[in-house]
């Protein structure tokens, strides 16, 4: 049983900062590629940024690109996404998820964390 939690939402100003963090119960947890995706409210879940098990590679959507930045800490088993230069359009729900390297899918996931940004 693989189990992920969120933290680190909350309310902030526009060109404000937060920095989420997710902590996973995996075992081995460095063999899995952890991401965070975001849900607005009336949209549909969309990636934001995904990190590989030893951190080497990144990936972040345009929208987010050069404002967030994902980390993992493999002797803690958790991962992080510093947001910087947030905008209202970052307000959603964001969730961590897990797959393993070797997969597409992201099959275990958070139950999500409150992030707005008022202007």
């Known amino acids: 049983q693989v189990q992920l939690i969120e933290s680190g939402g909350g309310l902030v100003q526009a060109g404000g900062s937060l920095r989420l963090s997710c902590a996973a119960s995996a075992r081995a947890f460095s063999t899995y590629v952890m991401a965070w995706f975001r849900q607005a409210p009336g949209k549909g879940r969309e990636f934001v940024a995904s990190?590989?098990?030893?951190?080497?590679?990144?990936d972040y959507a345009n929208s987010v690109k050069g404002r967030f930045t994902i980390t993992r800490d493999n002797a803690k088993n958790t991962v992080d996404l510093r947001m910087n230069s947030l905008k209202p359009e970052d307000t959603a729900v964001y969730f961590c998820a897990l797959r393993a390297t070797w997969s597409s899918q992201y099959d275990y996931w958070g139950q999500g964390t409150q992030v707005t940004v008022s202007s």
């Open positions: 990190v590989t098990m030893t951190g080497g590679t990144t």
